[in-house]
């Protein structure tokens, strides 16, 4: 079966960004004056939203979790978004996809504008 089109997700899928977004959790959590989360709490990051993560995971206050977010993108924007990798055999498998004429689609709860450096940094965009 040929298929004509392709929708992938970004993050876990196509690029590992797990390392950028540790960081930036850690950039917040050590400007806020908290200890730094273990492992498997900062894997907890990788996914749901962050107003969501920070209050739940961390357990901190709406108002807390709101100045993490805040210093979580300041950092994410300045170096975390370029301390990722695309997973191995990506590149090539868009390659090949685009080759064979399938339309491809990226859905990422992201924003835009880190979704786009990850594109442009990895040249994986259309």
């Known amino acids: 079966m ?11 899928t196509l690029v590992n960004s797990e ?19 273990p492992a498997d709490v900062l894997h907890a990051f990788f996914g749901p939203p962050l107003l969501y993560s920070f209050e739940t995971t961390l ?8 100045q993490a977010v805040e210093l979580y993108r300041a950092d994410y924007a300045q170096s975390g978004v370029y301390n990722s990798c695309l997973f191995g055999g990506v590149k090539q498998m868009l390659d090949a996809l ?11 709860s992201k924003p835009e504008r880190f979704a786009r450096i990850f594109l442009e940094q990895f040249q994986i965009g259309g």
């Open 19 to 37: 390392p950028g977004i540790w960081q930036s959790v850690l950039y917040a959590t050590r400007a806020l004056g908290l200890p730094d989360p």
């Open 2 to 12: 040929k298929y004509q089109a392709v929708l992938f997700d970004l993050d876990g």
């Open 59 to 66: 357990g901190l206050t709406l108002e807390k979790a709101q």
């Open 98 to 108: 685009r080759s064979a004429g399938v339309a491809m689609v990226i859905a990422t």
